[in-house]
Structures are given as C-alpha cells and as structure tokens.
Nanobody, 121 residues
Framework: QVQLTESGGGLVQAGDSLRLSCAAS??????TGWFRQAPGKERVFLAA????????YYANSVKERFTISRDNHKNTVYLQMNSLKPEDTAVYYC????????????????WGQGTQVTVSS
C-alpha cells in the first residue's frame, strides 16, 4: 500500500505563499487530491491531479490562487498556494482517489497525516 506524507505547512501572514508537498512511498496510478479541514468544519476538496499530471481540477474557491502539480520522478505532488488568507487556515491533506467523483473526500481511500497551515491577518 502506498503511503502519503504531507509537508510544507506553517505559520504565515496574509498575502504570503506556501508550497505543500505530498510525498508518496511509491508510484501512484490514480488521481491525487488536496483537501483541507478547519476546526468544526467538514473536509473540503481543493484540487486534484491525474497520475500523469495531464489533467488537473480545482475547486472554484481556490483555482485562481492555488496550483497543483506533480513530479513523478520524485513521486511527489505539490500544492502551490499564493495570496493566502486567514480563511485558508486549516489542516491540509493529500489523498489517493479510488472511485467516483474526484471532489468528494469519501471517494479517496489513502490519506496522509495532514500538515497545518495557519494564516494570520
């Protein structure tokens, strides 16, 4: 079973940028998605990328600020986050898609441990 490890989170100010990494223990052959979950809220979809990197999808709320990419040589998926806002504060997770719609957390079956992103005003 492939394992995922997120990294790159931290404390930043509004307007700053971060690049999150999702390192896989081996080659993946499905879509990889990024999600986030703030305290007291449900886990929501942010972006997804195909195993080849040829196809990407974004939530409307972040498509102008976030960019998903991957480096298959490193088995790593990235989420570049620009112009961060306090409302972006959450734990960010990456996951491997299994079946169904790519924008639903329930359709992903392998998850990383999450990385905390905190954006101060």
């Amino acid at each position: 079973q492939v394992q995922l490890t997120e990294s790159g989170g931290g404390l930043v100010q509004a307007g700053d940028s971060l690049r999150l990494s999702c390192a896989a223990s081996g080659r993946t052959f499905s879509f990889t998605g990024w999600f986030r979950q703030a305290p007291g809220k449900e886990r929501v979809f942010l972006a997804a990328i195909s195993s080849s990197g040829d196809d990407t999808y974004y939530a409307n709320s972040v498509k102008e600020r976030f960019t998903i990419s991957r480096d298959n040589h490193k088995n790593t998926v990235y989420l570049q986050m620009n112009s961060l806002k306090p409302e972006d504060t959450a734990v960010y997770y990456c996951a491997l898609h299994r079946l169904g719609f790519y924008d639903r957390a329930q359709n992903y079956d392998v998850w990383g441990q999450g990385t905390q992103v905190t954006v101060s005003s």
